[in-house]
């Protein structure tokens, strides 16, 4: 059976899979894995892959950013340490086909594109959800891999990767001899040597990121000019633009408060398979409502939207709209 055509029969099966795969992936990838289920959840594609009317569409969610996986194919998982086998991974899905159940058909391409089972099973799933949201037409052809590894800046072992994750900045011997000290610090870019800005324990994750002045709204327009490269739109759990994943450090960070988990729960941003949602310090958070008191390790999804509503919708709890 064709691949596509199979897996369009299996999003049921995604929750069980993701449960059996997390013991078997690499501990530096097995919150990355959930958080990317977490930011391109199938329920979330159900509703964005064709409206109606897309301008309808994106102001009645409040959507803002990139929020189409089919505009990432071969990016939108650059933030685990596995992504450097995207292209053998990416080859195998091209030479599977669906014969098997859906756990099955992410092993058997994992041990296709001959990548460390380790990180191959989780590439392997994300490369089959992709798949399953933007279709064959979109998938396009194999990265080379000197492509991937050109932006995979994780040139360490994991075990490094996970030693450095929500590490303090520790100041070269120059700096050290002009004075500069070790500073707790929020990364959101584990790849860059300068994706990172500084903090003062028990600041708010925004307010943190406020005072990096650095141009982030050119590379993503979500992001007022000199306000920080976290998008904002409130700071007051309203808006939901401020969603984040946090690959390390969560123990740094204060303990979920009943308003934002009402509040994510609100926007959507708990509606995947896989998320620790119940957790006191869950995988993602709303970066203007939990305070760090430690250095953090985190993820900035590419979208924000206000979609916790279609739930509502289908459950018959708010009126419904065509678009
Ligand atoms: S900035 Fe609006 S919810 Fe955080």
Known sequence: MNLFDFLEQQDDQWPAVISQLLPRVHTVDRDALRIWFGVWPLPWHALAHNPASRPQFEKYYQVNGNYRLINQVDTSHRFLYGHRYWGPVKSAIGAASGEQHLMATVEQIALASKAPLEFGLGMAAIGLMTLRQ?????????????????????????????????????????????????????????????????????????????????????????????????????????????????????????????????????????????????????????????????????????????WGKSRRERAGQDATITL
């Not at 050290?176 to 990172?196: H, Y």
């Not at 740094?252 to 609100?266: A, H």
């Open 134 to 306: 933007v279709g064959w037409e979109a998938w396009g052809t194999p990265p080379d891999s000197a492509v991937t590894n050109a932006v995979t800046a994780h040139r360490h072992s994991p075990e490094a990767v996970l030693r450095a994750r929500a590490s303090d900045y520790s100041p070269s011997l120059a700096e050290r001899l002009r004075g500069k000290r070790s500073t707790p610090r929020v990364v959101c870019d584990e790849q860059a040597a300068d994706g990172w800005f500084p903090l003062i324990p028990s600041q708010h994750i925004t307010t943190a990121a406020e005072l990096d002045k650095r141009p982030h709204h050119l590379s993503d327009p979500r992001c007022y000019e000199g306000m920080g490269i976290i998008p904002v739109d409130c700071r007051s759990g309203a808006c939901g633009t401020c969603w984040v994943g946090i690959l390390g450090g969560q123990e740094n960070l204060s303990e979920i408060t009943p308003f934002e988990r009402q509040r994510m729960d609100y926007f959507g941003y708990f509606d995947a398979p896989g998320l620790d949602s119940g957790s006191s310090r869950p995988l993602l958070r709303l970066a203007c409502q939990a305070q760090a008191f430690g250095s953090v390790s985190m993820v900035i999804p590419p979208w924000n939207a206000v």
